[in-house]
């Protein structure tokens, strides 16, 4: 047996046997240059590992200049809200403008929500009118029909004619039911619009003394308000108002002109009464004594002329000014 191995012609060695010594030597060296391979492999790879880990260590330096730069940044200072003042049933508040225009919308909305059911109701209102109108007229023509069935004489009908007596009796008696159904009709369509008015003069009634408290406050006090009722109702019927009419006053306008009218009436009263308080009967002086002056005395008496002449409010509170210092 030979210890020759036949060379690779693809190696470039020259072609020849090879020796045992030599073949091993040349296995060395390629088990050698296949480490080599796998060691630049393994670096490859490692390097490959290694630059994640990088950029993972990159990642905290990018947060620290983006967290300098939201510093850098400054954000601005929020301004305080600007609010308006608004009355609101007579009281005022203040809300912001979102609420502003809130509360402009929702009214805006309401308002034409109203002018919808107003106009609806009005329509109704006209075809309720036009319905009654034509129960109005067709309830004479259905009376005059029933009337005519007034002077049979039903017992001899019944007993002539049977046949007559069975048909004219079924026609009395349809025409009778139309007219105790239109009756009917027209007494309940008069009881709503009798219901609608009373409501509605409620409603109003509420709405005029809302806008009567607004203008005068004094009729929003449970007492001063009962008292000032009180002497609006006398002088009403002072004037000539009766109990009806008082009732019935709903305008706060007219109100308003009634009670100024009392409230002036009543300080002439005090007026007149004020200056027959100053009124005073002169001492007799003694003869060749001095007159004395008294300038409080002096400052009343001219006071309590003047509300006699003018008769103001004015007046009358610079007499009682004048009266409580003396």
Same mark, same amino acid.
């Given at each position: 047996?030979?210890?020759?191995?036949? $060379?690779?012609?693809?190696?470039?060695?020259?072609?020849?046997?090879?020796?045992?010594?030599?073949? =091993?030597?040349?296995?060395? %060296?390629?088990?050698?240059?296949?480490?080599?391979?796998?060691?630049?492999?393994?670096?490859?790879? +490692?390097?490959?590992?290694?630059?994640?880990?990088?950029?993972?260590?990159?990642?905290?330096?990018?947060?620290?200049?983006? #967290?300098?730069?939201? /510093?850098?940044? #400054?954000?601005?200072? /929020?301004? @305080?809200?600007?609010? *308006?003042?608004?009355?609101?049933?007579?009281?005022?508040?203040?809300?912001?403008?979102? #609420?502003?225009?809130?509360?402009?919308?929702? #009214?805006?909305?309401?308002?034409?929500?109203?002018?919808?059911? =107003?106009?609806?109701?009005?329509?109704?209102?006209?075809?309720?009118?036009?319905?009654?109108?034509?129960?109005?007229?067709?309830?004479?023509?259905?009376?005059?029909?029933?009337?005519?069935?007034?002077?049979?004489?039903? !017992?001899?009908? +019944?007993?002539?004619? @049977? +046949?007559?007596?069975?048909?004219?009796? =079924?026609? !009395?008696?349809?025409?009778?039911?139309?007219?105790?159904?239109?009756?009917?009709?027209?007494?309940?369509?008069?009881?709503?619009?009798?219901?609608?008015?009373? %409501?509605?003069?409620?409603?109003?009634?509420?709405?005029?003394?809302?806008?009567?408290?607004?203008?005068?406050?004094?009729?929003?006090?449970?007492?001063?308000?009962?008292?000032?009722?009180?002497?609006?109702?006398? *002088?009403?019927?002072?004037?000539?108002?009766?109990?009806?009419?008082?009732?019935?006053? $709903?305008?706060?306008?007219?109100?308003?002109?009634?009670?100024?009218?009392?409230?002036?009436?009543? +300080?002439?009263? $005090?007026?007149?009464? $004020?200056?027959?308080?100053?009124?005073?009967?002169?001492?007799?002086?003694?003869?060749? !004594?001095?007159?004395?002056?008294?300038?409080?005395?002096? =400052?009343?008496?001219?006071?309590? /002329?003047?509300?006699?002449?003018?008769?103001?409010?004015?007046?009358?509170?610079? *007499?009682?000014?004048?009266?409580?210092?003396?």
């Amino acid at each position: 047996m030979s210890d020759e191995i036949s $060379a690779n012609p693809e190696t470039g060695a020259a072609s020849g046997p090879l020796t045992v010594n030599q073949a =091993a030597e040349l296995l060395n %060296q390629s088990q050698s240059q296949e480490a080599t391979g796998a060691e630049q492999v393994d670096e490859g790879e +490692a390097q490959a590992e290694a630059q994640p880990a990088e950029t993972e260590q990159s990642e905290p330096a990018e947060a620290e200049v983006d #967290e300098t730069a939201a /510093e850098d940044t #400054e954000q601005p200072e /929020e301004q @305080p809200t600007r609010r *308006y003042k608004v009355k609101v049933n007579g009281e005022e508040r203040e809300v912001t403008f979102d #609420e502003l225009k809130k509360g402009f919308q929702l #009214e805006s909305d309401y308002r034409k929500k109203t002018s919808e059911i =107003a106009e609806q109701r009005k329509q109704l209102e006209a075809e309720r009118q036009h319905y009654q109108n034509q129960l109005k007229a067709v309830i004479p023509a259905l009376q005059q029909q029933v009337n005519k069935y007034a002077n049979i004489d039903w !017992a001899t009908l +019944a007993k002539d004619d @049977p +046949a007559q007596y069975v048909a004219v009796r =079924a026609e !009395a008696e349809q025409h009778f039911a139309q007219l105790q159904m239109a009756q009917a009709e027209s007494q309940q369509l008069e009881h709503q619009q009798v219901q609608e008015r009373t %409501q509605a003069h409620r409603e109003r009634l509420t709405a005029e003394k809302a806008k009567l408290v607004e203008k005068l406050p004094v009729f929003a006090d449970p007492e001063k308000g009962k008292a000032a009722v009180s002497e609006l109702r006398t *002088y009403l019927k002072d004037v000539g108002y009766t109990d009806d009419e008082i009732g019935n006053l $709903a305008d706060h306008r007219a109100t308003i002109i009634a009670y100024e009218a009392a409230q002036y009436r009543k +300080a002439k009263k $005090a007026a007149v009464v $004020a200056q027959k308080k100053a009124v005073t009967v002169p001492q007799v002086q003694k003869p060749g !004594a001095t007159t004395r002056v008294d300038p409080k005395r002096d =400052a009343v008496s001219a006071a309590a /002329e003047r509300v006699r002449k003018t008769g103001k409010v004015d007046d009358l509170a610079a *007499y009682l000014r004048a009266t409580s210092t003396t």
